[in-house]
């Protein structure tokens, strides 16, 4: 069965960055896009971007452009997320998900992670 | 970018109610609209995605509607675990946006 599988919560200073990792089993890794949303407490969903495991190209959002840095490891099927710069608003949630679109342009998030807490205090 | 405007931003209800959510784009965005459920301390589920396709494992109570600019999530019968917040979510153009969630509570 499909699972994607989040890396544990972190706590990171104000100005440090955080990698979370999002492991993906129970279909071909490099079929799927993986893409990552942010929650901050108390607020909604906030698309951040993806990565295509299978050629590692990425889109970002705007609003992360120049933070934010997903890679993948295609020998363990793993993807990272790396966000830089932290402040005290990047305290969320982060979520990953595999993307299906099964139309070639109906994208929608279909397994998502647990979700990792990712706490900035100083 | 694309703005998804839910309404309402929160409702109560009982259990065997019929309700309705309304999610209103900015533009026209076909049907590149999906729904999720998503309750506290759990990663959102994926309930309707291309508008109005029932995702696999989804009961029938759940149904979506709609193209264009509006939308329509309806459960025909409340169930005591569907008390939750519902986003709507568009992937017709990048940046991919949610709506701010409508928050169902127990009535």
């Known amino acids: 069965q499909v699972q994607v599988v989040q890396s544990g919560a972190e706590v990171k200073k104000p100005g440090a960055s955080v990698k979370v990792s999002c492991r993906a089993s129970g279909y071909t890794f490099t079929s799927y896009y993986i893409h990552w949303v942010r929650q901050a407490p108390g607020q909604g969903l906030e698309w951040m971007g993806g990565?295509?495991?299978?050629?590692?190209?990425?889109i970002y959002a705007q609003n992360f452009q120049g933070r934010v840095t997903m890679t993948r490891d295609m020998s363990t099927s793993t993807v990272y997320m790396e966000l830089s710069s932290l402040r005290s608003e990047d305290t969320a949630v982060f979520y990953c998900?595999?993307?299906?679109?099964?139309?070639?342009?109906?994208?929608?998030?279909?397994?998502w992670g647990q979700g990792t807490l990712v706490t900035v205090s100083s | 970018d694309i703005q998804l405007t839910q309404s309402p931003s929160s409702l109560s209800a009982s259990v065997g109610d019929r309700v309705t959510i309304t999610c209103r784009a900015s533009?026209?965005?076909?049907?590149?609209l999906n729904w999720y459920q998503h309750k506290p301390g759990k990663a959102p589920k994926l309930l309707i995605y291309?508008?109005?396709s029932l995702q696999s494992g989804v009961p029938s109570r759940f149904s979506g509607s709609g193209s264009g600019t509006d939308f329509t999530l309806t459960i025909s019968s409340l169930q005591p675990e569907d008390f939750a917040t519902y986003y709507c979510q568009q992937s017709y153009r990048t940046p991919w946006t949610f709506g701010q969630g409508t928050k169902v509570e127990i009535k």
């Open positions: 990565i295509n495991p299978s050629d590692g190209s990425t």
């Open positions: 291309a508008a109005s």
């Open positions: 998900s595999r993307v299906t679109d099964p139309w070639g342009s109906h994208y929608y998030f279909d397994f």
């Open positions: 533009q026209s965005i076909s049907t590149y």
